[in-house]
């Protein structure tokens, strides 16, 4: 059975199979959690995403879709990128289905790799507006679904809000009737 945990901290000092990254579309860096994996990670990450770029994903990487490069120096073997949505009240439903195909398809390429643990960061919670309660519901829901082929998927919660609130839902979600 995959064991779901919750730790406050920075996702680059992990040292898991895959540490997934909270990617911009363009898979080339940019601010929050993308900008730390790939100062931390070294030029070897952003090389192998310019590779993708030239080859399979031109446009950059759609939405929901996950796929895998180099850790470079983090102390993982892997880096999952992934791009979430922004968030917008009026398209919750169908944003919704895309953030949680995010983590579906960060766990399916993580198994492909042959990675027994993953550390995600929170989705779209940044900048991208997620609301933090739904965006723990929508990770840790899909992450119990779906993560049955892996001794661990790890939380990384950067702040004491982020934690308490992963913590807060992880709670409601294993009660009984809940």
Not at 27 to 34: N, S, T
Not at 36 to 56: F, K, N, V, Y
Not at 151 to 167: I, K, N, P, Q
């Amino acid at each position: 059975m995959t064991q779901i945990t919750l730790v406050q901290g920075d996702i680059t000092d992990q040292q898991v199979d895959v540490v997934v990254n909270a990617a911009n579309s363009s898979l080339l860096g940019g601010g929050g959690v993308d900008g730390a994996i790939h100062r931390r990670g070294g030029p070897e990450i952003l090389a192998d995403c310019r590779r993708l770029r030239a080859s399979h994903y031109g446009k950059g990487l759609p939405v929901g879709r996950a796929v895998a490069t180099t850790a470079g120096r983090l102390p993982a073997r892997w880096v999952v990128h992934t791009v979430g949505p922004v968030f917008r009240e009026e398209n919750r439903r169908q944003l919704s289905e895309l953030l949680a195909s995010c983590y579906r398809e960060s766990l399916r390429v993580a198994v492909e790799l042959g990675a027994r643990t993953v550390a995600f960061p929170a989705i779209s919670a940044g900048i991208f507006g997620w609301p933090l309660d739904d965006a723990a519901r929508i990770a840790l829901t899909t992450a119990a679904e779906e993560g049955s082929d892996l001794d661990e998927v790890r939380f990384v919660l950067f702040g004491a809000e982020s934690y308490g609130t992963f913590e807060r839902v992880w709670g409601e979600l294993r009660e009984p009737g809940s």
